[in-house]
């Protein structure tokens, strides 16, 4: 069985621009969780969906915001890009809510200039 | 004080060695507890959950002390391929089971 995969696997982009991460998550499991880690620090928390629905959200900006698709995938997008947001973007999926275990994806690197 | 705790280190450890790691967690309410092994650039795998009675599996054992607000992660007879970041991970009840990562503890294993 796949694990959870997520595209593009790298990226860059400018200052001021939009970005959309994508993710689909372990067959059968029906929520997804966003995270953000910068170098040396473990992730942090962004969202989680579940059927669909947000059913949690961390402590980032409005310039950030994600949707679960029917068929469980998910996308996060982030607006007006900054320098600060250059990271390692991580896509986990779990059974149902958070109070599962999770598994994630390989990660996108997004490198803001 | 920071929710989640964890000394950075790097553990520098020969092979063979018994090394253990803390973290401590701020949140009385926090109920379920999790390590993660990261390797570098590489994306977080789960390597267990902790149980409040301690778990373990083969040469990992994990220990949970709610009285003190802490886990605590032990690696017997540690190989080469042991050498990673282990995080550990808390999440808190009240619906949403939020999880709160530790920045990481580093782990060198060395001939």
């Known amino acids: 069985d796949a694990g959870v995969t997520q595209s593009p696997t790298h990226l860059i982009k400018t200052r001021g621009q939009h970005v959309t991460l994508r993710c689909s998550p372990i067959?059968?499991?029906?929520?997804v969780s966003w995270y953000q880690q910068v170098l040396g620090q473990g992730p942090q928390f962004i969202f989680q969906?579940?059927?669909?629905?947000?059913?949690g959200r961390g402590n980032f900006p409005d310039r950030f915001s994600a949707r679960q698709f029917p068929n469980y995938s998910s996308e996060l997008n982030v607006n007006a890009l900054l320098l600060g947001d250059s990271a390692l973007y991580l896509c986990a999926s779990s059974l149902r809510d958070l109070s599962y275990e999770q598994y994630f994806g390989p990660g996108t690197r997004l490198t803001v200039t | 004080r920071k929710e989640v705790e964890q000394d950075p280190g790097p553990f520098n450890v020969p092979e063979g060695a018994t090394v253990a790691f803390n973290c401590t967690y701020s949140?009385?309410?926090?109920?379920?507890f999790f390590w993660y092994r990261q390797d570098c650039r590489k994306e977080p795998k789960l390597l267990m959950s902790v149980y409040s009675s301690g778990n373990e599996d083969g040469r990992f054992t994990a220990q949970l002390n709610r009285a003190s607000q802490y886990i605590s992660l032990l690696i017997r007879d540690s190989k080469l391929s042991d050498s990673a970041t282990y995080l550990c991970v808390v999440k808190k009840s009240g619906g949403s089971y939020i999880p709160t990562f530790g920045r990481g503890t580093s782990l060198i294993v060395h001939p």
């Open positions: 067959s059968g499991h029906k929520s």
């Open positions: 949140n009385s309410a926090s109920q379920s």
């Open positions: 969906y579940y059927e669909k629905e947000e059913r």
